[in-house]
């Protein structure tokens, strides 16, 4: 069997999978992986124009992001089951990790030193609300 099919095979799978687990690959969802996608890369950026670049935070980073996708697994199976809902609740919570992967990609822009003007702002302000919690 030859590489690229291989790859196309297991990409395949893991795409029907990941649909499966998530009751189908709607916008929200596409997004948020657009989103994982365009971060994990502006951190690679930032990391490697920082001179900090680590296998250990990218394999973090990819562990931690992959957790997120089950969880939202999770939450749209539930509320599939038990609430017999249409996937709102899913979308919601795909939608607030969606905020929270852009807004690592903008501070990733501010580490690469991208001028981020009131976004910049926005970020400090959030990360204060953080940590007081």
Known sequence: MDKPLIFKT??????AFFSWVVGGLGLAFTIL???????YATGLMAGY????????????????KTYII?????????????????????DGVVIAYSVIEFLSIVE??????????????VISAIK???ESH
């Open 70 to 90: 089950i969880l939202v697994g999770c939450v749209y199976m539930i509320e599939k089951s038990v609430l017999n809902s249409n996937g709102v609740i899913g």
């Open 49 to 64: 124009v920082r001179k900090e670049l680590s296998s250990r935070i990218g394999v973090t980073g990819l562990a931690r």
């Open 128 to 130: 204060g609300k953080e």
């Open 10 to 15: 297991a990409f395949g799978a893991v795409g």
């Open 108 to 121: 990733n822009g501010g580490k690469l030193g991208v001028p981020l003007g009131p976004l910049s702002n």
């Open 33 to 39: 992986l657009g989103l994982m996608l365009l971060d």
